[in-house]
Every structure is written in structure tokens, then in C-alpha cells.
């Protein structure tokens, strides 16, 4: 038998209270090993105000009983009731005050009495009570020693599957969405998208390159080279020639026979470019003359020729 002593302080004007109170937190016919119990006393008809006073039962906790949880008071009602002369009513409170403790060794234990402070005049005793504690019988006759089993692996249904589906396909269908509208992004501000005619190219081109300041020797390849640089594109897109990629011999040679040219504009713009040869790879200083000329002769062959064009588009339109 093991017997469960609490140490607690004697005080003074002790009154017998009735017995203390056990109950099983957990719904069984007997009380087993490692079950938690709630073990207390209940005062009714304490008047509001009046102070408790518990023992400490924390330092009595040991291997076979632990102090699981410390005091606790709880109301369990409140009633209102009016003193003989008095037109007020006292409060009177029904309170139940507990502690949990948990067997881990069978046999029978000893549960000291509870001694309650009430005041500062009298010492409410609560009698202790006995608490038997057993464990799960085992049948020796029948019982088997089996080895541990692993854990259990269930396979996986569609049901649990059917989140993870969904948020693959939706996130399937977001990287499908962000390329769409990227791809749509581009094909709506792309190159191709809205392109300015190949004139206004040009011209924008060769307004870059209007001042004297790029007359200067350091300069003059720049110069030049910008200038010819947009006219060939302009050639290029105009005449369908691969300007670009031909010597200056070979485009006019090409030039040659397109109608809608002035001969005499079609010389002066061979001759910017010949200057602009001599300027890139044979190191000539070009004049203020040639300077002067090269970017005006540069842009009156764009819109001559732009001129011819809209005069013919004019005229298919009014046949029609």
C-alpha cells in the first residue's frame, strides 16, 4: 500500500467541514494508472469577499503521484439573499476548489485532508480520502508476445489527391495566361505594329545631323555616314533595292533605271556619296561646300521621291 503525505501548516480554530471530494476526469468504473483526478472540497453559502486561504500541495508531488495542475476555485452558482433588518441582499457564492493529480504505481493511497483558511478566524478541515488505483489485467493464460508493428501506410484516393490536381492545373493555367498576354504585348507594340512610313524614317534620320558642328575633321565620318546610312534604308524600302549591303557603283547602277528619279538629283546624291567614301576610308577632309550640300541634296531626294509615289497612289485611286 502506498500512503501519499502532504505537508501543510497547522492553524488555529480548525471546524470539521465533511469530507473532501474525488472525481475521475476520465469516464471509467475504476481509477488506472496514469489517470488524472480532480481531487477537492466544495464550500456553499460563501458570502462575497470572504478570502480563501489553500495549502500548497506542490511540494508532496512525487514519482507515483504528481501534482498535474495547481488550485483552482470555480463558482458553481450565485444567490442572492436578503439579512433579517437589512434592506440589501449579500451575495452568496456555492465554490468548488480543486487540484489534479495523476497515480503512475498501483496500490491504495492515502489522500491528506484539506484544510481551507476562511477569514482570519476559522480553518475549515476536509477530511482526506483513500483512492485505489489499478492496472489493466492481463489475461497470462492467453497472452501472446507479438512483435511491433510498423506504421500503416494507406493508399492514397482521388479525393485526396483532387486538391493538389486542381492547384497544378491552376497554376498550369496562370504560366499559360502570363504568356499569352506577354506574347499579345508584343505583337500589339512589336516593330511591325504601328511603322512609320519610310520617308518620315528618313527625314526624322537626317534631321539628326543638321549643323555645322558635325562639319569638324573628328566629326566627319559621322557625319557621313549617318547621312548615307538613311538613305540606304530609305532605298531599301522605297525602290526594293538591298541598298545596305551594296558599294555606292552598284546602287545607282541599280538606281539607274527607276523612272520616277531625276537624273540630275540622281548625280548629286551619287556624288554625297562618293564624298562620304573618300571621308570613311580614305581619310578626306571633306569642304564646308561639300558639308553644306550633302545633308540638303540628302533630303530633297527623299521627298522627290516620296512626291512620285503619292502622285501615283492619287492616280490608281482615281481610276478606280
Request: some cysteine.
Amino acid at each position: 500500500m502506498k500512503l501519499l503525505i502532504f505537508i501543510w501548516l497547522a492553524m488555529l480554530d480548525i471546524v470539521p467541514a465533511g469530507q473532501a471530494r474525488l472525481r475521475q476526469l476520465q469516464p471509467r468504473d475504476s481509477i488506472l494508472i496514469a489517470d488524472q483526478i480532480e481531487y477537492g472540497f466544495q464550500l456553499d453559502s460563501v458570502p462575497d469577499g470572504t478570502a480563501l486561504r489553500l495549502p500548497d500541495f506542490s511540494q508532496a508531488s512525487s514519482d507515483t503521484l504528481t501534482l498535474v495542475r495547481g488550485w483552482q476555485l470555480d463558482t458553481l452558482a450565485t444567490l442572492k439573499v436578503r439579512q433579517p433588518g437589512r434592506k440589501d441582499r449579500t451575495l452568496l457564492h456555492n465554490i468548488r476548489g480543486s487540484i489534479v493529480v495523476a497515480p503512475f504505481e498501483e496500490g491504495t493511497y492515502q489522500l491528506p485532508p484539506i484544510p481551507v483558511l476562511r477569514g482570519e478566524a476559522d480553518t475549515l478541515l476536509f477530511e482526506g480520502l483513500q483512492m485505489e488505483v489499478k492496472t489493466m489485467p492481463v489475461d497470462t493464460a492467453t497472452f501472446v508476445l507479438h512483435d511491433i508493428k510498423g506504421q500503416i501506410s494507406y493508399p492514397l484516393t482521388f479525393k485526396e489527391m483532387l486538391p493538389w490536381i486542381g492547384g497544378v492545373l491552376l497554376l498550369a493555367a496562370l504560366a499559360w495566361l502570363l504568356v499569352w498576354l506577354i506574347r499579345r504585348r508584343q505583337s500589339a507594340g512589336g516593330p511591325d505594329a504601328r511603322k512609320d512610313p519610310a520617308y518620315i524614317v528618313a527625314l526624322r534620320e537626317l534631321e539628326k545631323w543638321r549643323g555645322d558642328k558635325f562639319w569638324m575633321p573628328e566629326k566627319q565620318k559621322a557625319y557621313y555616314s549617318g547621312i548615307t546610312d538613311a538613305l540606304k534604308t530609305y532605298i531599301e524600302d522605297r525602290f526594293g533595292i538591298d541598298a545596305p549591303e551594296m558599294t555606292t557603283a552598284e546602287l545607282f547602277a541599280a538606281l539607274k533605271d527607276a523612272q520616277d528619279l531625276p537624273a540630275d538629283l540622281r548625280e548629286e546624291v551619287r556624288e554625297v556619296f562618293e564624298c562620304a567614301d573618300f571621308v570613311k576610308f580614305a581619310k578626306h577632309v571633306a569642304s564646308e561646300e561639300e558639308n553644306a550640300r550633302a545633308l540638303p541634296t540628302a533630303v530633297r531626294f527623299v521627298t522627290t521621291t516620296y512626291q512620285s509615289t503619292l502622285e501615283e497612289e492619287q492616280k490608281s485611286e482615281n481610276e478606280l
